[in-house]
């Protein structure tokens, strides 16, 4: 008898994991674009990466907020093909920011490492 409510135990667990795992997660907050970039969540915090050839914007967003980005930083590295680039970006206004010649295009991927109040996050992005 123990044994039966043993495999009973493991397939309830098992359950309901695969329904959790199924159920979609919103967290009470839109993922979608608001700059006409990529958006990735990372922590509780949406990142939308704009990148343009002369430009790459990051925006942050807490809970669908704008974040106070006045005192952090961000490195981005862009790899295009067999290119490799990175982009320091600086406050700017509500966003992080660098200004520039960048090789972006539809497939290239983006890695960036932000850095708020002393603490880093990473976030990745493919663009469209």
């Keep these: ?3 039966h409510a043993f495999v009973a135990a493991i397939a309830l667990s098992f359950a309901g994991a695969a ?26 915090m949406d990142y939308e990466l704009v990148a343009k050839p ?23 590295t862009l790899l295009t093909g067999k290119e490799k680039q990175e982009v320091e970006l600086k406050p700017a206004g509500d966003k992080l920011q660098a200004t520039g010649s960048f090789k972006v295009g539809p497939g290239t991927k ?11 996050s990473t976030a990745r992005f493919t663009l469209k």
């Design 54 to 76: 002369d430009s790459i914007d990051l925006h942050l967003r807490d809970h669908g907020k704008p974040a106070d980005v006045s005192q952090a930083s961000a490195k981005v």
């Design 1 to 3: 008898m123990k044994t």
């Design 19 to 44: 329904i959790a795992a199924g159920e979609k997660h919103d967290h009470a907050h839109e993922h979608q674009s608001m700059h006409g970039g990529v958006v990735v969540e990372v922590r509780d």
């Design 110 to 120: 983006a890695v960036a490492v932000v850095t708020i109040k002393g603490k880093p």
